[in-house]
């Protein structure tokens, strides 16, 4: 039988963990579209990694109390892979494919990139806060179908320049995927000693990164990769790359 799931935040689970209570949003999806009563059986994960068996044991208008029964494994384990992707902000629909896409192939954090050929403008900090209200809100639906507990992250959006300068984390490969100059995906692997700590890969938007771009990256000790054999649409290149670096250093296959 398909787990009913649901989210609450972690503050929303009372201190001994015998109940959750869950917002108006998920109360609306129980009451109105699931049409669940007191005494259903439900799921509920707190976005940080744990997930319980539930029994309805209230319903109102804007909230519903859970009771919980115990604590179960999540349908879909997290990674041990730290990975995050860097990707340059792409129009609208594009953009939405990489955050549900990213969810579900076990991303642990996703950080929107401006860069000089970016196919979306950031113009004022309302514009991003929209913007990030609506990722995280696809990424919460992508989380709850797909089976995992714990929340990937949605970083406000960040200039290039501030993201390629920041140290990297220990034993953190930093792979920035452009169409030029870069190695083959094999070579970088090969030149890899052991498994890494976490991987941060930063991928273009349609217009590619500019010449500064790649120069800047490079000489930040960023490994260039270039794909080859495939001509891809940048979301589709992004959800490719995040597909074969679990498989590679994750648990994707």
């Known amino acids: 039988m398909t787990r009913r799931r649901f989210y609450a935040t972690p503050d929303s689970f009372d201190a001994d963990k015998s109940s959750a209570t869950l917002n108006a949003d998920e109360t609306r999806h129980l009451r109105d579209v699931l049409r669940l009563t007191i005494g259903d059986e439900v799921y509920v994960f707190d976005g940080e990694g744990r997930e319980f068996r539930c029994a309805i044991a209230e319903v109102d208008r804007t909230s519903a109390r859970l009771r919980i029964i115990e604590e179960v494994t999540a349908a879909s384990p997290e990674s041990a892979l730290n990975l995050t992707l860097a990707v340059a902000l792409l129009k609208g629909e594009k953009f939405d494919l990489v955050v549900q896409k990213a969810t579900e192939l076990g991303m642990t954090s996703l950080i929107p990139i401006i860069t000089s050929h970016a196919d979306v403008k950031i113009k004022e900090d309302d514009d991003a806060v929209r913007k990030l209200t609506r990722w995280r809100r696809i990424a919460l639906e992508a989380t709850k179908q797909c089976g995992r ?75 260039i990769v270039t794909l080859g054999g495939r001509i891809m649409r940048a979301e589709t290149a992004a959800i490719a790359i995040t597909a074969l670096l679990q498989h590679r250093f994750g648990d994707l296959g």
Not at 167 to 185: I, K, Q, V, Y
């Open 149 to 223: 507990a714990r929340l990937m992250e949605i970083e406000r959006p960040v200039n290039f320049s501030d993201l390629v300068k920041q140290t990297a984390n220990p034993n953190e490969l930093r792979l920035m995927f452009a169409e030029r100059d870069g190695g083959s995906f094999a070579d970088v692997f090969e030149a890899s000693a052991g498994k890494p700590a976490s991987v941060l890969a930063l991928i273009g938007s349609e217009g590619g990164f500019s010449d500064e771009e790649i120069d800047q990256a490079r000489v930040a000790g960023w490994k």
